[in-house]
């Protein structure tokens, strides 16, 4: 039995490998899950019907999915747009996927939610070891925003974020763990929206590295299988 | 002739008194000024008129109205329904007026629109001294989100706030220093969303007060009384 940190969090959950995996971190260490998706316009919108199955799989008091149209009206990002992915065609060689101050606005808002629903702590997938570029992801950047929350809104907010110091691998095997690979076979990585997966773009190698490594097959993959027969 | 900070400035653009005074004062110090306006279900939208008009006159390169429809779904404040204003009816003796994480969501949007603009300047009318009880108009919550937006965006912002450190008064006679008054009578104050404004609720006295103060007539109510005629 896992000691509880605290009644209940707010959980970000696109709908992909890492989101999934934090969420049912979360369901060990917390009573109540409210999960977080947003629809920001981005090019894989197969991410939300993702999210969606996972969420009522998990079993969360509530999902609510957000549209959030401001990014989109900003520009600029290969994700919300039809320019061809590319890994360091951004600023300072940025991949130019990275949409700017994403995760501050996620995780901002998930903090408003929370602070309607008293409660203290938030739950993301961001991860720095294979953070692909985005500076967003970092710890550095979450504690200056954890801070900068916590005095703009006169509230207590924890920003957890299981997965920041491990490596694919060891995602997988945290995964595995916490009971999330049945989900895991509903999430969704590829940033060409595919499914089956297809298999090239850097999101889909990246996930099907940590597999190999953890020697784990991907439940997705399993799925895309049995489908296909 | 001032000394110009830099080529160009994003301004937080409510159309309220704070903000097109704060407009002025860039004018004075960018050549070119991108004015942001957000439209959030505010229950006053007769301030969005406002900032349109006073951009214009001020003669700002672009201004964008921009939707923002998540933090009316995530509920909770009276600016946003059709609940009575109370000045203390809020968590922990905030106004209930308070919009968790709205100012911390603005200026990020703003860093992303800088990001897209290559611009490293966001000037917001924030001010500490008459700060209404709203922990995120404090230059310590400011501070911390620059240094997230700095980290999370890898891009150098630089967050001005002329009025922070003012009493509505000494603010009434920077408006008049930097050219604001003429678009001073175009602004829009009133939580009631009237005009001429109700004159009682709490952000019509704060603004009376400054003026009488400051010894100066309010351009606005010159603009109501010459109306009415």
């Known amino acids: 039995m896992m000691e509880k940190i605290a009644p209940s969090a707010v959980v970000l959950l696109s709908g992909g490998q890492d989101s999934t995996t934090c969420l049912y971190w979360a369901k060990k260490r917390f009573d109540r899950l409210y999960a977080l998706t947003f629809d920001y316009g981005q090019r894989h919108r197969i991410e939300l019907d993702a999210a969606h199955t996972i969420a009522r ?3 969360v008091a509530e999902h609510r999915i957000l549209r959030m149209s ?4 900003l520009g600029g990002s290969a994700l919300l747009s039809d320019a061809p992915i590319q890994e360091t065609s ?12 994403r995760n501050l606005l996620f995780l901002t808002l998930a903090a408003a939610w929370a602070y309607q629903l008293e409660c203290h ?50 995602s997988v095997k945290l995964a595995a763990e916490v009971g999330a690979m049945d989900a895991l076979a509903y999430s969704h990585t590829c940033y060409e929206g595919r499914f089956p997966p297809c298999g090239i773009c850097p999101a889909c190698r990246l996930r099907a ?3 190999e ?12 299988r049995e489908m296909a027969i």
């Not at 401001?70 to 009206?73: A, M, S, Y």
């Not at 951004?90 to 101050?101: A, E, I, K, M, Y």
């Not at 097959?217 to 895309?224: F, G, K, N, Q």
Request: charged share 25%; proline share 6%; aromatic share 8%.
């Open 209 to 211: 590295k940590g597999f």
């Open 90 to 101: 951004g600023r300072g060689n940025l991949p130019n996927t990275f949409v700017p101050g």
């Open 213 to 224: 490594e953890a020697g784990v097959e991907d439940p997705l993959l399993i799925r895309a």
């Open 57 to 59: 799989m998990a079993g």
């Open 121 to 170: 702590d938030l739950v993301g997938g961001m991860c720095q070891t294979d953070y692909s570029g985005y500076p967003d992801c970092r710890r550095a950047t979450i504690d200056a925003l954890e801070e900068a929350i916590r005095l703009g809104m006169e509230w207590e907010i924890r920003i957890h974020t299981p997965l920041m110091f491990l490596t694919k691998a060891q």
């Open 70 to 73: 401001e990014l989109e009206e």
